[in-house]
């Protein structure tokens, strides 16, 4: 079993790692890129835990279409338990209620259910314990940053002192900020269980999804969502830190903050489900990030609330994933020099000033602003910088920094024309020309019979493959399908990708990274191999975990899951996936 075999709930304002063993293992408070206080999945002692005696059997499961979350746990003695967990998310009141709240309801099922549970929170990234405080029906976990309370009506001593008790009714705990509750848990808890479900259920039949694959990409934009900061409109590239690319590999990341580049993947992804209203936050989120930078360098990754400064720094207490450390908080991405941002910023609104479902099409103002943008992917598209794989210590001219230069110039001169601005139509569209004259010249290596990775290099690299995605190129352009095959034989192992083969300043990748065997996928799709795209499809869809989730990396040889997760790269491409290779409803009904 993949040590990541892990569920997630969440609402758009918090969100909980919980593994096999309903072991509550990560969560971040007040928000996804808070403290961790409950941290046990990087080595440290915070975990909101059920152990049922005797256990020898475990199981888990979405409730269909939603983000409520099952663990039925069964003893050698014919007892069983089942836990639900969920964050609450509805409608009251007229807005989305969505506190730093988890819930969690204990049920017995069979026999007489022993268990023990255990609520132990710290801080400091595990360098204090925070001292539980006992109330009538809560616990206390008081701290000036996360404090939090648990309220419950099962019994506070058992609680408290960790002690075996038989389990002969329900019971449920509601954790949230250190306040009472207007109603005691269980009714709460009762309440927001369903509402919280019939939310998910309505957003999830909204959803466009293609007739093949079905649960696979109603799963995938489920995650999706629930990495969306909703107060602001940033979406994190991942729900966690510092789970290795692979074994004892040093390249250990903070995922937890708002990159512009997946960002604008994972927004694309659910626009094409019609699940509009994340384009409509993250618009906003967008006019935030260009308004601050005045039309200047636009750094590549920002906190969920626009924080630049993410200085990164080693939490030495935490051992780490599995003790393979170091754990990092904050991310150096952010002072790096990425060119494509430029590319992903406009990419990522454009459809606001064309979408006519829209509550509020994007118009002149917006693209004033955006032109800023273009401006400065004019200037720089042809300049070194660390490219999309944040490279520590090398610079190139990177191709797929260029195209993304392109794609900003192509975009705004579409969005000029519908516009009616033409003198600024034909202004962008002779500099998008120019930019691919470039690229086209200089990325091209005719001994390699491939678009390589940097202008004047050797070296292959996945990302492009975007090329065909974004409409740089013809993908039937010999050009281009021989760049995908070149990828086929030197980057593809078995059914995975991997990003390079070449060393970066950690050594040579040893695992594959998903989205770009996703992108592999629709590359074969777009050159007419659309068995060999299905067959590929399939093989990754096998690896994902239990639930239905993936990371960043794959072992090509075990399966095994490594990088941060869930990995919003990787569950976009399974929906653009399934998208591009489903057959029609036609077929299928």
Partial sequence: MSGLELGIIGNGTVAALIDSEASISWLCLPRFDGEPVFNALLGGGGAFDVHLAGKTFSKQSYRRNTAVMETVLEA??????????????????????????????????????????????????????ILPRRGVSHIRFPDDQTGFRVTTDAPVSYVLDQREFVLDREVSFVLGPDESLSNSADSMATDWLNRTSANWYNWSKRLATPPEWQDAVIRAAITLKLCVYEETGGIVAALTTSIPEHAGSQRNWDYRYCWLRDSYFTVTALNRLAAMGTLERYLGYLRNTVSHTKGGHIQPVFGVALEQDLTE??????????????????????????????GHVVLGASQAFFDERLESKAGELEFEQFEKVGERAYEVYDTPDAGIWEFR?????????????????DRLARIAGVLGRT??????????????????SKAWNEDRQAFTGAFGEEALDASVLLMAEIGFIDPMDPRYVATVERIDEELREGDHVYRYRTEDDFGRPQTAFTACTFWHIDALARIGRLEDARAMFEAVLSKRTKLGLLSEDIETETGELWGNFPQTYSMVGIVNAAAQLSKSWDEIA
């Fill in 76 to 129: 050698d003695d014919g007892s069983a338990i089942r836990i639900t967990d969920f964050a609450p998310r509805f409608v009251d009141r007229g807005r989305m209620f969505r506190p730093a709240s988890i819930v969690r309801r204990i049920t017995p099922l069979s026999g007489m259910p022993r268990i023990t549970v255990r609520i132990a929170a710290e801080t400091e990234h595990g360098g204090r314990t």
């Fill in 313 to 342: 720094e080693i939490a030495d207490r935490l051992p780490g994933y599995k003790g393979m450390g170091p754990v990092r908080i904050g991310n150096q991405a952010a002072e790096h020099i990425q060119h494509d941002v430029y």
């Fill in 393 to 409: 210590g090398i610079a190139h001219v990177h191709t797929s920094s260029a195209i993304m230069c392109w794609a900003a110039c």
């Fill in 423 to 440: 003198d600024r139509a034909e202004l962008w569209t002779s500099r998008a020309d120019e930019i691919r004259d470039n690229v086209l």
